[in-house]
């Protein structure tokens, strides 16, 4: 039997939802959301699109990293209602038709994980790397992927799976 | 995180008005360090007012042969501005030094100046902290102090400013423009930024109904001889212990102009006229700028963990005034210290 | 940790008792296996199963099998199951070190909308009132913490009260207008503080010679201190248990964890329920590093306000939470070196003082690695315990290696410098090669020799110039240092089920867990192999209570626990096709033996003759069986004539800013025998890794207590530091070639600890070697260098 844990009466009341509409892989996603939901959490428990990890919900560890408008973000510190209107991608939505995409096959070819919780924004955080176009030799690379902290430490072969998706573009 | 409303505001006026309004709203806009703090309940505002679609985002030319960069210009794109990069390459390297790819493209120009301290007491609310709650008393002074400050401390606040970005616009003598309802005033950089003192709970001189619409750079940019060198406990991602950014205008191997500021060491980027000036005119060598760096440094007062600092800034100034000097400024990938 | 002699031995059985003693058991968890009486023991004389196996995928680089599904954001972890109805929480911290709650008032967080109760101690359903109950697989001596359970404070952060809400913010805004009154005692989480206080163990183990005498004597002697500091493991998942209700009472539980069936038979006992009633459940885990050994409290939490709600619900600990779970102790170790003129070793003395709860001892034997891995006619060890006002210490990767090896690694470096000694040549003239710990026994393979002699060649040592601070790079001093690493091949009881069906697929299944280690990817491999089948036609099943059963993820113990359990199954798989198929007409294998068959290529066949062989196929047609089952038992007997362990060469190159004392970690050779390798790519990634954990262990990694307040005040992983991307450079991993045909059929030894066995050493070493100075406690940053 459930215990009778429970009060009847409440007077505080959470925000009020917004309706946002994002345009999510692709798709164009329309929900309500409360203004304190990060976009994160918007994605992870609205959507059930749960690839984009929540490490420390701190901007600390780049687990989160998702592409919003072609640019890669820490999506544990944005709230979804600022993004009204934007395009996010996730990593469900790099492979096509099945195929994985160049970077993800990329990291099974080097190992570029180990558990693969770090992964998904390992792999985000690397197409947005490749599309800012600024980071070429291996220096480069490591700086700008610093912001993706990988525990089990696959640093190595993240940079080098990196590299075989450069070399081949 | 505290219940709060969310609104937006449509342009500079009406975020003014809004704010004006409701003394317990704050203005959002990359969110990097407000959401971060509103997580920890250290921040409570009770209204965000989104300001992300206002029209800041420019990068200008000014008449006076600067630029007035807009406050919601995000950080990376700042960094990468062809701009930014051939006139002001110390401000450029700033940014890249600091935090991570990600959050540099989420944070904005306006919210890094107003970036709140790494305290690690003014993020745990179970401790006492002042510029938290002010009257709760400073838990660092006694506790663990390695990450604080050696300059300009009181007894009642030894919290850094954690920017980088700022280290190199107190360099730049950036000229910070903010929108009241008053109307607009401009605050030079040296004086956007507070000492803890007494009122440790006070960033900044910004009013409480103030926007900041824009960091504006006058025309010298430092462009020949320059550095950002940042000290820190790992590679990469991590705030700085001391940075220092340089600027000199040279002449030959004489110093004609020098500005320097350290991060990391005070409640503000940290400059001393006096040291600067010790090196105007002055042959670029190592005595002139250890010179320098004792001057900067001689009111430095260290804590039980962070005494270390006063000997790594003195180091890290004399390091930069000479990759600044020598036209080899630092590299913010390549990590061998030039 | 069990002392228990009463345990009786049974063949085949490997028991707390043995593993405790038996063997150097330094790391060992203390695990009591499967009922020995279902075993099948496996040993050097009865190995012949094996022969040479047909490998095909074993030993090769083979990508994840897990690949796709991690790199699609298709695994999920454990929270990250869609539940409908799940009630989401938030956990309340105690902001206190010690004493007792008087009074937590939630009336503010119940007026919340969508909060529906707020569980603390004294409103929580019934949970067991005795400490057995709470005894997991791993738990040590004492009285293990039991979550909500009174209104005691025993250290800082404590759950004490857990926020359930229809939405995760509502929970995580209800739970910080929760209202706790304390009454504070006193604290102590200083280390040093207690030194003095701390007890002393029983003797790590059995002294040899007269260790203080013959220091005395030595020719060249070194003493020295060093310390670790508290370590978190931050896996990169934080901790969380998703509960689904059933119905009737029933839980499925999707929990992180490296021991789906520790897990369980921990719930059946806190809350004294039927075994069938609990399923756990972990497919995925993302990382866990020693920190998901026990049970953490959450999934305490969480059953907790299943029960009460009777509703699904989701626990998810925030990153700062996870420092109020267990972390890799302080310590404090005194190391003696006393050696002759020629660099051999008379007398090896190692002390720790280690630190735990003040409710359960946590500890292992940081101490006597010293004595296993120099030959020295002297050698005592002893350890005293400090009681802190923090959660208990618990293992973190390398467990007692990691900081053990540390310590000793270092004084064998100074040793070389009072030598005038190469400390290469030092390790060399210092070679055991018997283990002196455990009786003198030799080892069952120790090819460390040749680690020294790969890595030495493929890092250049011969160019080292011996003098500090003697080699630079422009503004940096270069400094190369060496050492050794050690782990035990230790490996557990297992129970592993394979299903071969007609159509030429394979399931293979065993409750062990796949941390990021690959044990995925070798079970298909080894299946594959032992089958003769394509590596796509294995599935495998792992993470799930309900499976035969596995030890618990650990102490590098897996890959050699269940590939050598896939061995005995698929024996018993093609014992069941020879029966078959002798009975196939004109059988090419009527008078074959199960030894002299082997699968291959879909077919059975004659080892000694490939052309006698039959279709798998064929012989399940003719047998008219569209499957057969198998699920075998493993054990591991030991002889007790031989050591069994895994060893490393380190070598490691800094450049240390002269001025700046910032150091960058340029290179870093890790020379490895360790056994078989079951898969190349894989293997690389194991040691990489603990490589990279060693970087972090030298150089970032320090849990800041602040003993004013009791209080974890970096309790983040932006002030706790990890190596990032940029922190990481020439990382080269070399594995010596190591036949063992006596530690287990296979010859497979473990991985998970030994890349970080040592490199902090090197590192350290390797600092002292370019800047002249000689850091003894960790991390080395910058400013123990200015």
Redesign the interface.
Known sequence: MARALATTQTTLLPPGKISVELVVNGVETKFDVAPWTTLLDALRERLDLTGTKKGCDHGQCGACTVLVDGRRINSCLTLAVMKDGAKVTTIEGLATDGALHPMQQAFIDHDAFQCGYCTPGQICSAMGLIAEGKAKTPDEIREMMSGNICRCAAYPNIVAAIQQVMGAS | MINFQYTRASDVSDAVRQIAADPTAKFIAGGTNLLDLMKEDVEHPTRLIDITRLPLTKVEETATGGLRIGALVPNSDLAWHAAITQRYPVLASAILAGASAQLRNMASTGGNLLQRTRCFYFYDTATPCNKRELGSGCSAIKGINRINAILGTSDACIATHPSDMCVALAVLEARIHVAGPGGERIVPFADFHRLPGETPEQDTNLDANEIVTAVELPAEGFARNYTYLKIRDRLSYAFALVSVAVGLEMDGTTIRQARFALGGVAHKPWRDPSAEAALNGQVASPENFRRAADLALRDAKGFEHNAFKIELARRTIVRALTQASRGTPQSQSNKKIA | MSHDRSIPRRPGDISRREIMQGAIAIGALGYVGADAATSVAIAAEQQSPVGTPITRYIGTAI??I????????????A??Y?VPGLVHTFVVGS?IAKGRIVRIDA??A??????????THE?R?RMADNDKAYKDDAAPEGAPFRPLYDGKIKF?GQPIALV?AE????A??AA??VRVEYEDEAHVTDLYRQRDAAFALPEPAKPRGDAAKAFGASDVRHEGEYYVPIEH??????YASTVTWDGGGKLTIYDKTQGVQNVHRYVCGVFDMKPDDVRILSP??????GSGLRPQYQVVLAVLAAR????SVRV?L??QQMYSLGYRPAMIQKIRLGAKTDGTLDAITHDAVTATSQYEDFYRRETTWSGLLYHSANATYAHKLARLDLATSCDMRGPSAATGVYALESAMDELAVALKLDPLELRLRCYSDRAQTEGDVPFSSKNLRECYRQGAEAFGWDKRNPEPRSMRD???LVGWGMATGVWEALQMPITVRVVLTANGHAEVASATSD????TYTIMAQVAADMLGLPLGSISVKLGDSTLPQSPLEGGSWIAASVSNGIVTTCKAIREELLRLAKKVPNSPLAKATVDEVALADGRLMSRQDASRAILIADVMRHGAVDRIEMEKSTSFANDGKHAHNTHSALFAEV?V?E????V?VTRVVSAIAAGRILNA??A???I??G???GMGMA??EET?I?H??G?I??A????Y?????????D?KVIFVDEQDEIVNPLGVKGLGEIGIVGVPAAIANAIYHATGKRVRDLPI???KL?
């Open positions: 990508s994840r897990d690949g796709d599904a991690k790199v699609t954001g298709g695994a999920k972890y929270a990250e869609k902001t009336s503010e119940l007026l919340v909308e969508g909060v529906i109760a707020v569980l409103n359903p800082n359930l939405e995760s913010e509502v995580r805004f910080s207008l493991h931050n896996p990169m998942e934080p995925y885990v993302g990382g866990a590093f009460a709600l009777e509703r998810v925030t990153r422009g503004s940096d941390i990021g280690t690959g450049k800013d001025q700046l004392g910032v960058r790519k894989t690389h990634s194991q990489m890794g490589m990279v954990w150089l970032h800041l602040d004013n307040f209080r005040m970096n983040n992983i932006a002030e530091h990890v190596p990032v991307n940029a922190d990481v450079h990382i940053t910058l400013d200015l």
